[in-house]
């Protein structure tokens, strides 16, 4: 069964700094691998999609990476801003079109 | 790009009441719905796949008999939780894949929050 973990669970962070957020999984048989953010009690933005055969995706100030064979992901997000403040989620999506989610990493970035 | 939305955004019902919430592909026809469950502090867990024209398939340990989903045409989805006790109060949000070649990307709706007294 596959599992998503991310870590850190939370994260706090002034304005400013460069930060990364890791998403690990355990079974290497995915389609694709996507990065959303959620804002408190609202729906689901998706910020990355990482098809199985590629390293890495950017958009802006993120940019995330999918090493496949050792089931890890990360976000980077360049140079924070308070409105940067959200709950991110790693999900993976497995033949079948089944996406699996991580817990998420909520993140505060302080002014 | 695709727009999925949902209605209502939120519902406050008694115990023992049936609820319904659409999900609706504002944009292109979905092919395939999903309907996943947040529980505050938890990350979505998907609850039932359904296809266009079929029978939904639900994921281990949800109940088909009390959340009814009909997916009756390319653009709605519905899901119907019947009889409804606090337990079953949760952020319920639908997503959408459409035939967009390769991707296979699911479009999310912003969500409904459902709250049972």
């Known amino acids: 069964k596959q599992e998503v973990t991310q870590i850190p669970a939370a994260l706090s962070v002034p304005e400013g700094e460069n930060l990364v957020l890791n998403c690990s999984f355990t079974?290497?048989?995915?389609?694709?691998l996507q990065w959303f953010r959620q804002d408190p009690g609202k729906g689901l933005t998706s910020l990355l999609l990482?098809?199985?055969?590629?390293r890495e995706q950017t958009s802006g100030r993120l940019n995330a990476s999918l090493d496949k064979s050792s089931g890890r992901s990360t976000l980077y997000i360049a140079a924070s801003q308070p409105g940067d403040s959200a709950t991110y989620l790693c999900?993976?999506?497995?033949?079948?079109?089944?996406?699996?989610f991580g817990a998420g990493t909520i993140l505060r970035v302080k002014s | 790009g695709a727009v999925v939305s949902q209605h209502p955004s939120r519902v406050i019902c008694k115990s023992g009441t049936s609820v319904k919430i659409e999900c609706r592909s504002l944009?292109?026809?979905?092919?395939?719905m999903f309907w996943y469950r947040q529980f505050p502090k938890q990350s979505l867990m998907l609850m039932a796949t359904?296809?266009?024209?079929?029978?939904?398939?639900?994921e281990q340990g949800v109940e088909k008999d009390k959340f009814l989903i009909n997916h009756a045409s390319l653009t709605l989805s519905t899901l119907t939780v019947t009889s409804a006790h606090p337990e079953d109060s949760s952020f319920y949000i639908c997503?959408?894949?459409?035939?967009?070649?390769?991707?296979?990307?699911?479009?999310f709706g912003p969500g409904t929050r459902l709250t049972v007294t």
């Open positions: 944009d292109f026809q979905a092919t395939t």
């Open positions: 359904s296809n266009e024209g079929s029978k939904a398939t639900y």
């Open positions: 997503s959408a894949r459409g035939r967009s070649a390769g991707l296979y990307e699911q479009y």
């Open positions: 999900a993976v999506m497995e033949y079948g079109n089944k996406l699996v």
């Open positions: 079974d290497s048989a995915i389609y694709n």
């Open positions: 990482i098809q199985s055969s590629q």
